[in-house]
Every structure is written in C-alpha cells, then in structure tokens.
C-alpha cells in the first residue's frame, strides 16, 4: 500500500501577537479543515484543561487561514502546507516574522474497496486512474467494473500534495468526485 509521507500540520504563529502559554485567553485560530478535525478539535478540551485556554478552530483552507493572520482576522494558522508556500503565494517575505511548528505528520493512503482484489498499485497507475488514462479496475488485475475517482477538494493540501508527486501535475480526470469530509 502506498505511504507517501506528507509533511503537514504546521501552525503558523505571529510572533508579535504578545500570546503567551501561561495566559489563560482565548485563541483563534484558521485554516486547515484536516487539522481541525484531526488534531485541534479532539484536543480542544484537553488544552482548555491544562491550560485555562480555549481554542477556537475556524476551517477555511491552509492558505486562507495564512491570510487571515495577514489580514489581521487570526492569531495564529493551522496549515497542511510549508510555510515557505504560504509566503510565496502572498508575496511575503520571509524575515522571520512568522514560524511553522510541525505538530503532526500524515500520510496519504488510497484505499479500494474491501472486495476488490487488488492490493497494489505503481506510482503510474494510480497516476492513471487519478488522470483518466485508466478507467477499469481490469487494467490494473481487478474485476471488470468502472474506477470511481474520489478526491478531497480543490485546494486541499491533500489533494494538492498527491496531485503534484503521484500525478506529476496533471488534472484529475473529468468528474472527479470531490469529497472532503470523507476524508
């Protein structure tokens, strides 16, 4: 099975915020859906515990999350992409104003359905079915019925980081379903 480590969960933080852990305050942070659901809300309680804060997780996306510090609108992002892609697509500078703390690693697993036979797949050919290229499960050893492409949505981190090292860029293929929330 595939296990592409992905670099991920980075939290962006502003450092003339003037935050500091022993201040029992509340903190917003933006960005990330995977984050939040995967890392930040099962923790939320856990901190305010420990630490007399509450954490306030608003999901947009890793990019818009960097913006809304920009912005002014969040103290702090949760990003599933490197700071140094963040900076560049809003044209800042990295003077070391912000900072990116790895909180978490994942990694991208595709997944069949239990009763397909198939247990492998090449770099290429998921690239293929990914592109188009490869429509029928019959292509790769499987039985003889229509490969159906779900993805998580346009701009995910995600789908982005399989998009570029598993599909060398290309588009996914017409009618790709996107469904962010099963993944």
Do not use: C
Not at 2 to 31: E, H, Q, V, W
Not at 80 to 91: Q, R
Not at 99 to 108: A, G, N, S
Request: charged letters at 20%; zero cysteines; proline letters at 4%.
């Amino acid at each position: 099975m595939l296990k592409s480590i992905l670099r991920f969960g980075f939290i962006t933080a502003l450092l003339t915020t003037g935050i500091l852990p022993a201040m029992a305050a509340d903190i917003t942070l933006s960005g990330s859906t995977t984050v939040q659901k995967r890392v930040l809300e099962p923790a939320a309680e856990a901190i305010q515990t420990a630490t007399g804060v509450k954490v306030r997780v608003r999901g947009t996306s890793s990019g818009k999350g960097f913006k809304e510090i920009l912005d002014g609108k969040a103290m702090a992002s949760i990003a599933s992409s490197p700071l140094a892609s963040l900076l560049s697509k809003y044209n800042v500078e990295d003077d070391g104003t912000y900072q990116e703390h790895v909180i978490t690693r994942d990694v991208i697993v595709p997944i069949v359905h239990p009763a397909n036979p198939v247990s492998e797949l090449t770099f290429q050919q998921l690239s293929d079915i990914n592109t188009g290229k490869i429509t029928n499960w019959i292509d790769v050893g499987g039985p003889d019925m229509k490969i159906v492409v779900i993805t998580s949505s346009k701009g995910s981190a995600t789908r982005s980081v399989f998009q570029k090292f598993v599909m060398m860029k290309q588009p996914y293929i017409k009618g790709v379903r996107e469904e962010w929330h099963l993944l």
